[in-house]
């Protein structure tokens, strides 16, 4: 077709709507606390999978990845993720714990972005993670092959096989490289779409955990 998938493109709708409004002079001082208001009315909303964030990592070189994974857990100390540590992920961050999130509720216009540090937790809180996983999410844990070449794609099903085997006899393993990851945040951006491209942003920033927040407005 003529024009190619450009013009497929520029036909398709962007923030058809309707919108939320969002008025940051009324957003609370500490981001946590807008981040749950924007994730509560997500769920509210019927937003497809709220808890879905992107992570973005770099290995030691610089060079990023990203890719999207669930949110765990939220606490005062940031977002929580789970994945092996011996994952492309897992080794990214352990030479350089530096990492992005993005949370995107297409439905709203909305994303929250995130800058900040991830922290390995210590092995009880990783052991518990694991343990409170459906036991598809266990079998899928144990194999520690994740990000490995794969030449036959049967030996996922025979390796899953003797994963789901060997957890229904010992249901409380747990394996060893089994990483629970928690992003403590210098920076979260709130963005809020407009139709006609006036769109809302707001900028929390610190200069350490614990720090004082300060925010303030971007240009779209």
């Not at 857990?73 to 993720?81: A, L, Q, V, Y």
């Not at 794969?150 to 096989?161: Q, Y």
Request: proline content about 9%; hydrophobic content about 40%.
């Amino acid at each position: 077709m003529e024009g190619g998938i450009r013009d497929l493109l520029r036909g398709l709708p962007v923030f058809a709507g309707p919108l939320p409004g969002f008025d940051p002079a009324t957003a609370p001082e500490d981001p946590s606390e807008l981040f749950l208001e924007w994730f509560t009315a997500a769920l509210r909303d019927g937003v497809p999978e709220p808890h879905a964030m992107t992570v973005a990592s770099a290995d030691g070189r610089g060079a990023p990845s990203a890719r999207v994974v669930i949110m765990r857990d939220f606490t005062p100390h940031g977002w929580w993720f789970a994945t092996t540590t011996t994952s492309r992920k897992g080794r990214e961050l352990a030479a350089n714990p530096a990492v992005a999130l993005l949370f995107y509720w297409g439905r709203q216009g909305r994303q929250v972005r995130v800058r900040g540090t991830a922290e390995l937790a210590d092995p009880d809180l990783c052991a518990s993670d694991y343990l409170a996983r459906s036991l598809e999410g266990r079998v899928a844990g144990l194999h520690g092959r994740q990000s490995e070449p794969l030449a036959d794609p049967a030996e996922v099903d025979r390796t899953a096989d003797r994963s789901r085997e060997l957890l229904e006899r010992e249901p409380g393993l747990v394996p060893g490289d089994w990483g629970l990851y928690a992003v403590s945040p210098a920076e979260v951006e709130f963005w809020q779409a407009d139709p006609d491209r006036r769109h809302t942003r707001l900028r929390y920033s610190r200069t350490g955990p614990g720090g004082t927040w300060e925010r303030g407005l971007l240009w779209p």
